[in-house]
């Protein structure tokens, strides 16, 4: 399966230390990229990197915050000296909450888009930057979520945030073309993980699955898949600005 094959990639996964992006961690990993695991818990990143190797895996943890554009600068210096060119980059922020929205108060609205926005923004500049210094090209990896449209109740500001992630994937698919890097989206349906499991009532619950025509939530290593094609410049050399959704069908759904 040498389409599949990512011997010789070195991916950056900002958020690597969470459910899905360490997952995804895990996935690009076996296809044979190294592996540097970015995010601020250096318990969580060390832990992360801990099971990669036991894997076989080369890995390493980087600490970040994605939202200050010095802290990715150096993230990608080091991450590079350690392991090489980056040229997988998978940006999978997550903060979420249900405030309603009369509710939600500037703080809260700024908090949850610089992580889930802002910080995507700020780190496919760092990153690309260097990817064209380099003249190789790349792939870059926004996780995005089902809820970015159509947007879904109870989550007003993730939603937004999620729904300019799209539209951010879309607009740098074109602009960095000409380098030969592409810019892609995965958009997950519904995936327990820390963002939104304190959100998932069993009523919430069943009224997504009575909405998802697979009839169950996702499980965190079926993002796996999408995520090695779109890193692949082999399986996927003629796909930018797409948005991949994984969602069992959640968003094709009405009534």
Not at 125 to 146: D, E, H, K, P
Request: aromatic share 6%; net charge negative; glycine share 12%.
């Amino acid at each position: 399966m040498d389409l599949f094959d990512l011997t010789g990639s070195v991916a950056a996964v900002i958020g690597g230390t969470g459910v899905l992006g360490g997952t995804i961690c895990h996935g690009l990993g076996r296809g044979g990229a190294a592996i540097a695991v970015m995010g601020r818990s250096t318990e969580r990143g060390r832990a992360r990197v801990a099971a990669l190797e036991a894997e076989g895996i080369q890995a390493a943890f980087v600490e970040v915050d994605a939202t200050d554009p010095d802290s990715l600068e150096t993230a990608r210096h080091t991450a590079e000296e350690r392991l090489g060119q980056v040229n997988v980059l998978v940006n999978a922020p997550g903060v979420n909450s249900s405030t309603p929205f009369l509710e939600i108060g500037l703080d809260e609205w700024h908090r949850i888009i610089d992580a889930n926005l802002t910080a995507v923004f700020l780190a496919c500049q760092v990153f690309a930057r260097s990817m064209i210094a380099n003249g190789n090209g790349g792939s870059i990896i926004n996780l995005s979520s089902a809820s970015s449209g159509p947007p879904l109740s109870k989550v007003l500001t993730y939603s937004v945030s999620k729904a300019g992630l799209n539209n951010l994937t879309q607009y740098l698919a074109l602009e960095l073309a000409p380098h030969r890097i592409r810019v892609n989206a995965i958009a997950p349906g519904f995936f327990p993980a820390e963002q939104n499991r304190r959100l998932l009532s069993e009523e919430r619950v069943r009224t997504i699955v009575e909405h998802t025509p697979a009839g169950r939530l996702g499980e965190a290593d079926e993002l796996i898949g999408a995520a090695i094609w779109l890193a692949s410049g082999r399986a996927s050399g003629f796909v930018t600005g797409a948005i991949v959704r994984v969602d069992g069908g959640f968003s094709a759904m009405t009534i």
